[in-house]
C-alpha cells in the first residue's frame, strides 16, 4: 500500500477516533459480565422488527421517542443500554449473563405487534458489539438516525446543556447560562466533535449496507406527524392518528442567538474563507 492511501486511512481513522475509543471504553467496562453465543441465546429473536434509533446530543431524541411511543406499535424506545444499568441488572444476581440481561431488555421494550425499539448514542452500542449482534447481524435492523442540519445550533445547545444540565425545557437548570458565559474555542470544540460522530456513525452503517433512516431535528419541528409516519413506513406498520402533543418546548434563547452571532464574527476572522461555507450559513 503506498504512503498515500496510508495517510487518507490514517486521517480517516482519526476522524472517527473518539467515537472509536468511547465505544472500547464501555466495552470494557461491560467486559467481566458473561456472554454466550448468539446461537445460544439470541435476545432478539422474538421480536417481528428490530429498530435502532442513533442519536447525538442535542437532536431531539427524546422528543421523537416520547412521540413514537405514545403510539403503542413502534416499540418502547429508551436508552437501556448504558453500561451502569446493564452491570446493576447482572450484580442483582437475577441473570447469569449479558444475553439473559438483554433479552429481559428487549421483552420489555417490545410493543404488543412484535416492535423492539432500542435508543442509543454510538459508543453506547458497545453491549450489540459485544454479543456480535454488530456487525453480523446489522442487516436485520432498521436503523433511524437523527441529525441536525445546523450544527452550530447544535454545538450552542450542547455547550449550555454542558453549563445547566438542563436537558429538557421542563428540567431545572443547574446555573443560569448568561452572555458571559460564551466561549469561541469550546463552541468550535463541539462543532468539530459533532462533525466526527456524524462520521463514525454513517461511516459504520455505509460500511456494513445497514437499512437507515436519516430524520433531521429541523423535520421533526416543522412537521412530527409527518416524521412519525415516515418511520412507521420505513418499520412497515400503520399508525393511526399519531399523537403529537408534548411537554417538550424549544430552548433555544436570546442567548443562543447572540452566542451564534458572535461565533459566526468570530469564526470569519480566524478565516474569512469560512462565511462561503453553507454550514455557517443558517
Not at 482519526?14 to 465505544?23: E, G
Not at 429508551?78 to 444475553?99: K, M, P, T, V
Not at 461511516?203 to 409527518?226: D, H, M, R, V
Request: charged share 25%; with cysteine.
Amino acid at each position: 500500500m503506498d504512503n498515500t492511501k496510508i495517510k487518507v486511512i490514517g486521517d480517516h481513522f482519526k476522524s472517527m477516533q473518539d467515537s472509536i475509543v468511547n465505544l472500547g471504553i464501555v466495552a470494557k467496562n461491560l467486559e467481566h459480565i458473561p456472554r454466550v453465543s448468539l446461537e445460544q441465546l439470541d435476545p432478539w429473536e422474538s421480536p417481528k422488527e428490530r429498530l435502532l434509533i442513533v442519536f447525538l446530543a442535542r437532536t431531539g431524541s427524546t422528543w421523537l421517542c416520547e412521540l413514537m411511543n405514545k403510539t403503542n406499535s413502534m416499540g418502547y424506545a429508551r436508552e437501556s443500554l448504558h453500561a451502569q444499568e446493564l452491570i446493576n441488572a447482572f450484580e442483582s444476581g437475577d441473570y447469569n449473563n449479558l444475553n439473559e440481561i438483554m433479552r429481559s431488555s428487549v421483552k420489555e421494550h417490545c410493543t404488543k405487534n412484535g416492535i423492539y425499539s432500542v435508543k442509543s448514542t454510538f459508543h453506547t452500542l458497545a453491549p450489540m458489539f459485544l454479543l456480535e449482534e454488530f456487525p453480523n447481524n446489522l442487516e436485520r435492523w432498521k436503523i433511524v438516525v437523527l441529525t441536525r442540519d445546523d450544527k452550530l445550533d447544535q454545538a450552542i445547545s450542547i455547550m449550555k446543556l454542558d453549563k445547566n444540565r438542563k436537558s429538557t425545557s421542563f428540567d431545572n437548570s443547574a446555573i443560569t447560562v448568561v452572555e458571559e458565559d460564551y466561549d469561541y474555542n469550546e463552541i468550535s470544540r463541539k462543532l468539530n466533535l459533532i462533525m466526527k460522530g456524524e462520521n463514525t456513525i454513517f461511516t459504520f452503517l455505509q460500511a456494513y449496507g445497514a437499512n437507515y433512516l436519516k430524520i433531521s431535528y429541523e423535520n421533526l419541528s416543522l412537521n412530527p406527524k409527518q416524521i412519525i409516519d415516515q418511520i412507521s413506513k420505513f418499520c412497515g406498520i400503520t399508525v393511526s392518528n399519531a399523537d403529537i402533543e408534548t411537554q417538550f418546548e424549544i430552548q433555544r434563547d436570546k442567548i443562543s442567538a447572540k452566542w451564534k452571532k458572535q461565533w459566526l464574527e468570530d469564526v470569519q476572522n480566524e478565516n474569512p474563507l469560512f462565511s462561503n461555507n453553507a454550514l455557517f450559513k443558517r
